[in-house]
């Protein structure tokens, strides 16, 4: 499902359709002002990158990131993966993939998973090429990484089967686990989308949508 309000919110009457190529080179040019950034940004900031309420909002355009993320070829290869049913979840930018070769070597990937009972497939995408690196489900990653240059960025997108729930208990072990290794990162409060078919688990998809409204601090006379 692609929502198309990136385009709409810059005044386009309707999104024009766009190539997975254009999306990834659109994605090159966010990644290439990251990348001079200075310092760089720590890897828990580029978390939940394609979040346009996200925290890392601040450092980019998210929306560039989503539509990346919602774009009907990749969504395709996920579905050959996990089926017809995908809920979007997370997803985050290593400025060199070392990195994540590190995080997958250490049996990370999956290990911070809020999803019950755990499924889903990563799609990993290099961009500075013109199509996504590969789509692995999420058992076989640990054996079935691609060769990776570890100096170029790596965006690594998740995703769940909309039949598995998504824990919001900030106590599930999941969200625990996470929480004590990675502190500036709560999966419990991100946003869903369901880019494709049919939610069959209840999930929640209003929660991370809604930021805090701000308040003054300190105790305020109501209005007579």
Not at 33 to 50: I, T, V
Not at 116 to 137: D, F, K, S, W
Request: aromatic residues 8%; glycine residues 8%; contains cysteine.
């Amino acid at each position: 499902m692609e929502t198309g309000l990136r385009e709409s919110a810059t005044g386009g009457v309707a999104p024009r359709s766009r190539s997975m190529a254009e999306r990834i080179a659109d994605l090159h040019e966010a990644v290439r002002e990251l990348l001079l950034l200075r310092p760089r940004p720590r890897l828990e900031r580029l978390s939940g990158l394609h979040n346009p309420w996200g925290h890392a909002a601040g450092l980019t355009d998210a929306w560039r990131f989503l539509d990346l993320c919602e774009d009907p070829a990749i969504v395709d290869r996920v579905e050959s993966a996990i089926g017809h049913d995908i809920v979007l979840w997370d997803s985050e930018l290593h400025l060199e993939a070392a990195s994540y070769q590190r995080f997958v070597r250490e049996g990370r990937e999956g290990r911070y998973w809020p999803v019950m009972p755990l499924a889903g497939a990563v799609v990993l995408v290099t961009p500075e090429r013109a199509q996504p690196l590969t789509c692995l489900e999420l058992s076989r990653v640990a054996t079935g990484l691609p060769p990776l240059d570890p100096h170029e960025p790596l965006y690594v997108v998740r995703y769940m089967p909309a039949d598995s729930n998504f824990l919001r208990n900030g106590r599930a072990l999941a969200n625990w686990v996470a929480m004590e290794e990675q502190p500036l990162i709560n999966h419990a409060v991100r946003p869903l989308w369901l880019v494709r078919g049919e939610d069959r688990a209840g999930n929640d998809f209003v929660t991370g949508f809604s930021p805090p409204v701000p308040r003054w601090a300190g105790n305020q006379p109501k209005e007579q």
